[in-house]
């Protein structure tokens, strides 16, 4: 059974500070994986979409990366900002059979950037 | 716009109650789901359709139904709500070929 765990579950960092979240996961057969961001009370925000062909995604000042042997996926986020405080969710989605369009997310890291 | 609306965002009802929470997608997308989220336990799916008149059971379906008649809605049903149903509920789409998901805004639930 595929699980997803995100390290740490919260974090608070001083604005412009560079951080990195962790997202790791047990089974390596992904169809791909995704990083949601989500702020208080509101729906999920797509951030960035890795293929389980690829290493990594970059999209402005975040970037994501992918290393499926180990289970891994990062989501460094540079010059971070007030504005990037949210909660960030990792999600695999599976690659076999009628469920590979199922997402797995992990629980989330709670990021807070003090101004 | 491309989006999925979800309705209603926030919904109070009482135990027994039938309710609906509808969800529509105007980016002609194949595959719906929906989820719950709960405090510790993340988000988990409840039901999925890969096309219409196509649904299936995700991981926690009890007490819920879907149907799909039209490929831009997925509503969920709720037949006789209860308190363990109290939580936020997100629809999500995508399309055959575009790997990334949608979701909704989100509808808070709370059974009494």
């Known amino acids: 059974k595929q699980e997803v765990t995100q390290i740490p579950a919260a974090l608070s960092v001083p604005e412009g500070e560079n951080l990195v979240l962790n997202c790791s996961f047990t089974?390596?057969?992904?169809?791909?994986l995704q990083w949601f961001r989500q702020d208080p009370g509101k729906g999920l925000t797509s951030l960035l979409l890795?293929?389980?062909?690829?290493r990594e995604q970059t999209s402005g000042r975040l970037n994501a990366s992918l290393d499926k042997s180990s289970g891994r996926s990062t989501l460094y986020i540079a010059a971070s900002q007030p504005g990037d405080s949210a909660t960030y969710l990792c999600?695999?989605?599976?690659?076999?059979?009628?469920?590979?369009?199922?997402?797995?997310f992990g629980t989330g890291t709670l990021l807070a950037v003090q101004p | 716009e491309a989006q999925v609306t979800q309705n209603p965002r926030y919904l109070i009802t009482v135990t027994g109650k039938k309710l609906t929470v509808t969800c529509s997608q105007n980016?002609?997308?194949?595959?719906m789901s929906w989820y719950r989220q709960d405090p510790g336990l993340g988000l988990r799916q409840i039901y999925y359709?890969?096309?219409?008149?196509?649904?299936d059971k995700g991981d926690v379906p009890e007490g819920y139904k879907v149907s799909r008649k039209e490929k831009r809605n997925f509503p969920l049903i709720l037949e006789s709500p209860s308190p363990n149903q109290t939580s936020l509920y997100f629809c999500?789409?995508?399309?055959?070929?575009?790997?990334?998901?949608?979701f909704g805004s989100g509808t808070r639930l709370t059974v009494v």
């Open positions: 999500a789409s995508r399309g055959t070929g575009d790997y990334g998901y949608t």
């Open positions: 089974d390596s057969a992904i169809y791909n």
């Open positions: 890795i293929q389980s062909s690829q």
């Open positions: 999600a695999v989605s599976r690659l076999y059979g009628g469920a590979t369009n199922k997402l797995i």
């Open positions: 980016m002609n997308h194949e595959y």
């Open positions: 359709s890969m096309n219409v008149e196509v649904t």
